[in-house]
């Protein structure tokens, strides 16, 4: 089985930031990947798909990149409504495996 | 637009058994699979399973395999997961999720979640 691994685990961040969290598989994945966004209380939200494509209504201050194993999440300037957990994952038919979240925290 | 709404709360004790549905409106439900995630108190997400719709197929993580069954009824758009011999490591949301059944893709679509309890 693929395993996804997120780092780090959690990141402190300010307002305006750029921050970039990494997620490896223990195999070549591409493009198979996917970015989630979970706040408090709800469910998680699609933010990019197939390593690099935006979802409908995510603000272009998101992105993704990567290939092979190594793929990255990279928000250009935080806003406040972007403190939540970030997950990663892999998909595909008909598994899917998520990375184990990575928190990000005001600092 | 398209929705997944979830069955409420449940409270249950050890050994007994859950099933929560998730009714989708707003999209054809054919072309869409239904998965479960399941989300223990601060922990992860961790995908449980999965079916399509028509013709009812199914496929589960391997850790749930035997113990979680997935269904669905065609006729009011609704799928369902019931959990059995239910333990206290059980306590966790449980999300409905679609992905497009006509290729890879991800999860564009969540219930609000479900909370389930076990306790004695």
Redesign the interface.
């Known amino acids: 089985d693929i395993q996804m691994t997120q780092s780090p685990s959690t990141v402190s961040a300010s307002v305006g930031d750029r921050v970039t969290i990494t997620c490896r598989a223990s195999q070549s994945i591409s493009p198979w990947l996917a970015w989630y966004q979970q706040k408090p209380g709800k469910a998680p939200k699609l933010l990019i798909y197939k390593t690099s494509t935006l979802e409908s209504g995510v603000p272009s201050r998101f992105s993704g990149s990567g290939s092979g194993t190594d793929f990255t999440l990279t928000i250009s300037s935080l806003q406040p409504d972007d403190f939540a957990t970030y997950y990663c994952q892999h998909y595909t038919s008909s598994v899917y495996t998520f990375g184990q979240g990575t928190k990000l925290e005001i600092k | 637009q398209v929705q997944l709404v979830q069955s409420g709360a449940e409270v249950k004790k050890p050994g007994s058994s859950v099933k929560v549905s998730c009714k989708a409106s707003g999209g054809t439900f054919s072309n869409f699979d239904i998965?479960w995630?399941r989300q223990a108190p601060g922990q992860?997400?961790?995908?449980m399973g999965?079916i399509i719709p028509i013709p009812g197929l199914t496929?589960y993580?391997?850790k749930f395999q035997g113990r979680v069954a997935i269904t669905a009824d065609k006729s009011t758009n609704t799928a369902y997961m019931e959990v059995t011999s239910l333990r206290s490591e059980d306590t966790a949301f449980y999300?409905c999720?679609r992905?497009s059944s006509n290729?890879?893709?991800?999860?564009?679509y969540?219930?609000?979640?479900t909370l389930v309890t076990v306790s004695s």
């Open positions: 998965n995630v992860g997400l961790e995908w999965r496929n993580a391997q999300y999720a992905a290729g890879w893709y991800p999860f564009d969540w219930g609000q979640g």
